[in-house]
């Protein structure tokens, strides 16, 4: 049972560039998330799903699209990468129930020059 | 909209010494509220959530919070700190019921002290 995984762990992107992060889980659940982590920022959401073809728009979603084809994946992508966009992204996934848990992956760490 | 305020970005604590974290949070539905840590490099986990069973939460690595309604607050404490405690510790509160989404606070990065 690997939990949540993401992928890649880092990458460097030049301004302009395109890209996708992929994020999967293992425990069938139906809620997945994405989220941007910022140095004095904390975490904040940018799109989640609640289930497998849905997705919904977060607090900062400029600049990112998802899909969710497949229940146990959930992939982020960022059509025209900007500096702003350097940052530390983390996904999440959870049951259903108004108090569960979110699990998260470790992270990719990602660098727009 | 539900939300949760962290004060103090960066928090020393003498190995010892009672780690004191505070959140309040501002929910106009009775919140449910969660402490999550992030150890250097890593993913967040669960330390320990409240969901109106009881007021006093136990989670693991010996850390508690405690829910008072009529301060806002759900304060995470732990009565001696070790080295290992060193990390980035994050309030949360629930924004909608049914998807489980949660509203961060900005974080408390803890220093232990030898």
């Known amino acids: 049972n690997a939990g949540v995984t993401q992928t890649p762990k880092f990458r460097v992107l030049k301004t302009g560039q395109s890209m996708t992060l992929l994020c999967a889980q293992d425990m069938n659940h139906e809620y997945m998330y994405w989220y941007r982590q910022d140095p004095g920022m904390g975490l904040r959401l940018i799109h989640y799903s609640v289930g497998e073809g849905t997705t919904a728009k977060g607090e900062v979603p400029d600049g990112y699209n998802v899909s969710r084809l497949k229940k146990q994946n959930f992939l982020l992508g960022l059509e025209s990468a900007a500096p702003s966009q350097t940052s530390v992204y983390f996904c999440?996934?959870?049951?259903?129930?108004?108090?569960?848990?979110?699990?998260f992956g470790p992270g990719t760490r990602l660098t727009v020059l | 909209a539900q939300s949760v305020t962290q004060l103090g970005s960066h928090v020393s604590v003498s190995e010892g010494a009672l780690v004191l974290l505070r959140c309040n949070y501002s929910?106009?539905?009775?919140?449910?509220l969660f402490w999550y840590v992030q150890y250097p490099n890593q993913g967040l986990q669960l330390l320990l959530k409240y969901t109106s069973a009881a007021t006093l939460v136990k989670g693991i690595n010996g850390f508690e919070a405690e829910f008072k309604k009529s301060e806002t607050s759900f304060h995470l404490t732990k009565p001696s700190a070790h080295m290992s405690d060193a990390a980035e510790y994050f309030c949360a509160v629930s924004v909608i019921y049914g998807n489980n989404r949660l509203a961060f606070g900005k974080g408390n990065q803890v220093v232990v002290i030898p």
């Open positions: 999440a996934s959870s049951s259903t129930g108004v108090y569960n848990e979110q699990f």
């Open positions: 929910s106009s539905v009775p919140p449910y």
